[in-house]
């Protein structure tokens, strides 16, 4: 998914992808997302994992991601120039993303467009702190963000209603583990397997989200 479609849907609220949002600072979020597309062939997948800032109506205007070692950013159009990204980034999200990957070098190439598009996003890069090592690539100078530090008191509280449903997913998911369990014995008798399901079961029911 592009950093604009991540935008576009959250700002939009629309179905098929599951956002799990974090503060870290003032109007920027660490997102944990899912397309929900793929659970249907019942497979694990990790979540997605990206930066999105807010404007003071709660609006989504800015993304980042980091895939590997390279960091990709979006800005919506009408927002540029006016700081929300080098805010976020200088404050919050450059520091999380050290801190996430073991203080790792993280690289920048510059976007293949040109012009106005390119400049600031160049200004923006070395207003953060990246140099450039060879021709529009660019390193992040950590050492800037060795002093900082992030607000660790910053909560998401839970939205209205939300601990009862995670409450009633809890539930939902003990009963689906119980119903293995039980088809295993049925089959194979009570072994390991079935032990371990039955404790795992044990654990889910009645727990509640505080």
Same mark, same amino acid.
């Given at each position: 998914m592009r950093l604009t479609q991540l935008l576009l849907k959250l700002n939009k609220a629309t179905k098929g992808t599951l956002f799990l949002p974090k503060a870290i600072s003032k109007n920027v979020y660490y997102l944990k997302y899912w397309e929900l597309k793929f659970w249907r062939v019942c497979k694990f997948s990790e979540p997605k994992v990206a930066y999105v800032v807010k404007d %003071? #109506? +709660?609006?989504?205007?800015?993304?980042?991601? @980091? #895939? +590997? &070692?390279?960091?990709?950013?979006? @800005?919506? *159009? #009408?927002?540029? *120039?006016? +700081?929300?990204?080098? *805010?976020?980034? *200088? %404050? #919050?999200?450059?520091?999380?993303?050290? %801190?996430?990957? &073991?203080?790792?070098?993280?690289?920048?190439k510059l976007s293949k467009s040109s012009g106005t598009v390119k400049n600031i996003e160049q200004k923006i890069a070395l207003d953060a702190g990246f140099k450039e090592i060879t021709n529009d690539k660019y390193v992040l100078d950590s050492s800037l963000y060795r002093e900082k530090q992030l607000d660790k008191g910053i909560k998401t509280p839970f939205q209205k209603g939300q601990a009862e449903e995670l409450e009633k997913k809890i539930e939902y998911l003990s009963l689906a @583990?119980?119903? @293995?369990?039980?088809?295993i014995e049925i089959s194979a008798g009570t072994n390991p397997q079935t032990e371990e399901l039955h404790r795992i079961v044990k654990t889910l029911r009645g727990m509640k989200i505080t």
């Open positions: %003071e #109506s +709660g609006r989504y205007i800015a993304a980042v991601r @980091v #895939s +590997g &070692n390279i960091i990709e950013w979006y @800005v919506a *159009k #009408s927002y540029h *120039k006016l +700081g929300y990204l080098n *805010k976020a980034l *200088k %404050e #919050s999200i450059l520091l999380h993303i050290l %801190e996430q990957r &073991n203080w790792q070098d993280i690289f920048l @583990v119980y119903q @293995v369990a039980t088809e």
